[in-house]
């Protein structure tokens, strides 16, 4: 009855005009407040407690790079980022300096973005309890609306930024892209406006023309403001009224016009390619125009839709892992191109050398769910994933972030994409589901494709003996295909029980306590095995598992450690026990179950999650893991397949050489490093591989099993039902400590390369182990990484506009022997490359001789105790502390110890930290340079 009142509900209510193309008639969720100010902005505000006391703020403009006039291609990107450069109320960096003092860190929680069709900034996590911070975020919102500086020289320091930003994106899927664009737009505005802009106009542009852009289209009617968070919506809606109601309304504003795609009554096609590209890929794409009305029955029709899409990839799984096929995978999807348009796509990722087959292959099944539709069985299977999707949503709705909320809020504002509570989508997607049949989603499936409006886009390595089939060859594959009468798709399912071993549990022989986490239990099985759980109600429904053991790879031969790569991989990928990978996927239809064995350098282990009905079966999957894993032939050669792809062009990656370099000398040329590529590709063996998988998952007595999350104690019985009936020796494996790592002194190489953009990337790397572990060093270790990427974006990317940005890590390990190391990598201008170096040096230097800045260390004090507040309040912060208690001898530290030490790190700290660790420290210098006249010469 509640669904029928609900529904009926929704066919009486008129039509809402949030958006200027777009309508709805599904109300939005009651107690979202919404309201437009006299101004013509709009405010959605709502009460959400995940985070607890955080809230975001989000300024979403209806306005992007498509707006833009030909002399101002890339200036609404370059605005966007002038916007943390100074406002009517912050000064210079002044937004970045104020939320910093709150813990508020510019990257992660302070960001934006630019599109063809909207520009969107966001503050994030920013901390409740402060009122005038509050105002202060609202004061921000409303200098973004219309009041910033745009300083001549701030504008000309940006330009080498965006510059950099460009040098940095711009690799082989962009350029692949931009060949695409004038097709796939079909000539239109959009295949002009790529967003980061023409450079030559970003390095010379007049100030008026950034000007011009900003006070035509920044204006309060083409904008909202969105805050999600643990606040009082209606004392919020009093803060935005007084503070963003006080913009005054534009007088003869610019109508905000969209931009259509012209229609191609015949197939579009293109090939692009490129020297670098490291794959091929076949894209059939039909373009459709977005339904104006989101009613109901749209509502519907995009369940269908994802149900369909999601029973046609399971076909293309099924397809490609059960044959011997020319396909490394295929796939269809369902996008947004422009505002006004969208794209149903099949893809194709075909192996080297085999196009035509491989999307002769595809399209031969596509067609054949085209002709013959899908079967009761697949859609109740992925009927079955979408309600207990919902389900575990709905039990764990007060973990549902602000960010999510944000972004539907930000849908319904752009595009009046209906936005309800959870309880109320679901009862229409409980409805929507019961009345689906299979006729009703073949129906909708076959409406997916058009007549006109085709676009068919090649692309892959540009390479002599590569030779790509015309366009002719794959009209002519798909009329053929299409004339041919194609057999329906049949299955044979696996109707036995996952585990059909007859099991009892058995005796607990010892329990034991986890130091300083009361709640927490350990027991040792009669096998051998360590049990610990962790009752907890952080999440309503979650546990989650780990699993380890020691040993790994590095009681290996170096002869078996190729193999060692992919053998988990190989066993994920060959199934379980009785069933096959793809009969494993239909029998785990409608749980929410994840679990993945890993080998890794010291520890064998497994990692996943479940919810409470689905626990058990997370134990047989385990169970199966250890007692009957499957190792097939195909799948070992699928992986074979994907690598020897992979690596086909591989001598044209930049970056893989670059990274190879980096692992050689950071390991001082190891013979335990293995690095893969075409030559040694032979030295993987399918029996090595399984039979190391066998060797290092089989000894329960050596693992420690830990569930965090919705458990009982009670639970152990079923635990010792499955685990304690695994194999278990009652004996223990040490790992070995090959002590790998960089030469002593400093190892430095230089490469040269032809690029097609040209650029230099630079990684530096300290390493020392003659250090001492603590708890107060390792969070020095962490607070040194941060303090110097204050100082690199203040130096090379804002005061030189010589990079992006500066990437620097730094942490202090103890495993197996205390290891202090740092990292900074970044690419740039190659004109600049020995200047930032050398910065890089300096300031390395300077962190080890001068106290730090105090108000920077502030900022990263408060920021870790913000973290940390929010860290206790999840399951996965107590599994990692019990893992490192079990598994790494770490000491219990409780939260107000933790935030103890950090406030107790001062300048002199953090001054005589450095000068421990980083002087004596070990170095490697890895410098890749584009290749240039002059040092072809060399």
Known sequence: MKTKIFLVHFMILGLAQVSAQFKTTIPLRKDVVHGTLNNGMQYFILHNEWPKERADFYFVQNVGAILEDDNQNGLAHFLEHMAFNGTEHFKGKGIIDMLAKHGVTFGRDINAYTAHDETVYNLSNVP???????????????????????KDAEIDAERGVIHEEWRTRRNADLRIGSQLEPVIYNGS??????????????????????????????????????????????????????????????????????????????????????????????????KKTKPVVQDLAAFENNIAENLALQMMNNRFREYTVNN???????????????????????TVNPKNGRLLEAFQQAYTEYERAIQNGFTKEELDRVKENLRSG?????????????????????????????????????????????????KQVNKVFRELPTEKNQILTVSGPEKENVKYPSETDYITVIK????????????????????SDKLTA???????????????????????????????????????????????????????LPSAQIATVLAKNSGLGDFKVTDLQKQLAGKTVKISPYIAEHYEGFSGSAVQKDFETLLQLTYLYFKKPRFEQQAYKRIIDYYSNALENVNENNNKLFGDTIAMLDSNHSARTFLLSKENLGELNFDTASKIYQERISNASDFTFVFVGNIAQTDLEVINKYIGNLSGNHTHEKFTDHKIGMKAGTAKEKLVREMSVPKASIYVHYENKNVTYSDKNQIMAYVLSQLLNKRYLEKIREAEGGSYGVQTQ???????????????????????????LQIVYNELDAITKIDANVKDLSDIKEDLIKSNQQNIKSNSYWMSTITGQVQFGDKFVSSDDYVKIIKSISSQDMKKYAGEVLPKANKVEVVMQPKTEQSANK
């Open 324 to 346: 011997e096929t020319a396909l490394l995978s295929a796939g269809v999807s369902h996008s947004s191109l422009t505002r006004l348009t969208s794209f149903f796509t099949l």
């Open 128 to 150: 409740v309890k402060n009122p005038v911070l509050l105002d202060s975020c609202l004061y921000v919102l409303h200098d973004w609306s219309g009041y910033l500086s745009l």
């Open 390 to 438: 919902y389900e575990n949503q709905l039990k764990n709705k007060d973990k549902i972030g602000n960010e999510n909320w944000a972004s539907q809020l930000q849908g319904y504002f752009l595009e009046a994409s209906p936005v309800m509570s959870m309880e109320d989508e679901f009862e229409v997607v409980k409805a929507t589901l019961s009345k689906l049949d299979v």
């Open 506 to 560: 058995k005796s607990i022989a010892k329990k034991f306590d986890i130091k300083g986490i009361k709640e927490a239990k350990g027991y040792i099985l009669e096998n051998g095995a360590k049990v610990i759980l962790y009752p907890t109600t952080l999440a309503q429904d979650q546990i989650l598992f780990s699993a380890f053991s020691p040993g790994g790879s590095s009681l290996l031969s170096e002869k078996d």
């Open 189 to 286: 505005k959009y295949s002009k406006r790529d967003v980061l802009g023409n450079m030559d106009l970003i390095d010379n542009f007049k100030y008026k023309q950034l000007r011009d852009y900003y006070k035509k289209w920044y204006l309060p009617n083409h904008q909202a403001i969105i805050i999600v968070g643990d606040i009082d919506p209606l004392k919020m809606e009093q803060q935005v009224k007084a503070i963003m109601g006080s913009i005054p309304k534009p007088s003869n504003p610019a109508e905000r016009t969209y931009e259509s795609i012209p229609d191609n009554d015949v197939l579009l096609y293109k090939l692009a390619i490129d020297k670098e590209a490291q794959k091929t890929s076949i894209s059939l794409n039909f």
């Open 810 to 836: 730094s942490s202090l390990s103890k495993d197996p022997t205390p290891v202090f190391s740092l990292r900074v990598s970044f690419d740039c201008n190659p004109e600049k490359d020995s200047k930032l």
């Open 480 to 499: 053929n295909v299409k004339a041919e009468k194609l057999a329906p798709y049949t299955e044979t399912l696996n109707n036995v029980a996952l585990v």
